[in-house]
């Protein structure tokens, strides 16, 4: 009775350690794996997870955010393991980190405009931390294809000026951090206050008790904070 309990409970650990990845990849139903050709002869991957009840003749608000667009890659914390539950286009990509970032991100939104019906032509840029930084360069570059940039948590390591400054005049900045998150946090304040002091709209939404990996905002709640950006 022993080795039998002790089997099946072998068992068990093994079934719960292998269903961690597959029935991961069995809630991406409505899941695109995707390549764009790219100008340099290039391939670019991406990944694109459509709503559950996904109608092509809808616009959809649509977020642009960090991944390798690969089947084994797990989707981003804030909506991993069901993006497509939240009436969302949400699309996973690498081309912020080319060394041409800019070119790879407007030739991939052109494919996506073209392929996909996103609201008003225009997308949500998401960075998480470190990453946040090819993300506020390109969707500053490319502001006027942009809703919104947003940091979770993340902030632009230069803020725009010049001809940058000009660029964003009509986009929206959105820092979301914890208030535990001293160094995030900080920095999210100075960016904030500077873009508004420049007369541009940006959003600072702290979360109470927050850490770095904002685990409060998991799922529905980040779309909710979405949402105010659009």
């Known amino acids: 009775m022993k080795n039998t309990f002790g089997k099946f409970t072998i068992t068990l650990v093994l079934a719960a350690f292998f269903c961690t990845g597959a029935c991961a990849q069995n809630q991406l139903t409505n899941s695109r794996f995707e390549t764009v050709s790219l100008k340099n002869g290039k391939k670019l991957k991406y990944a694109i997870h459509l709503p559950n009840d996904y109608d092509p003749a809808r616009a959809y ?6 991944g390798d667009g690969l089947r084994e890659d797990s989707p981003s914390y804030y909506w991993h393991g069901r993006p497509s539950d939240f009436g969302w286009l949400i699309v996973e990509t690498p081309a912020h980190f080319a060394a041409d970032g800019v070119s790879q991100m407007s030739q991939l939104l052109d494919h996506l405009n073209e392929h996909y019906n996103v609201e008003e ?20 570059a490319l502001a006027d294809r942009f809703h919104s940039l ?24 959105y820092f979301i951090v914890g208030d535990r998150d001293q160094y995030w946090m900080n920095a999210s304040e100075k960016s904030h206050a500077y873009l508004q002091s420049q007369g541009i709209s940006s959003t ?10 904002l685990k409060e905002i998991d799922g529905q709640p980040f779309i909710d904070l979405m949402e105010a950006m659009r």
């Open 61 to 66: 608000p649509t977020i642009i955010g960090p």
């Open 121 to 140: 032509d225009k997308f949500h840029m998401v960075g998480f931390s470190a990453n946040s930084a090819n993300s506020f360069k390109v969707g500053i």
């Open 150 to 173: 947003v940091g979770v948590a993340g902030f632009p390591r230069q803020n725009p000026v010049g001809e940058d400054l000009v660029r964003v005049k009509h986009t929206r900045f």
């Open 204 to 213: 600072l939404k702290i979360i109470k008790n927050g850490g770095h990996v």
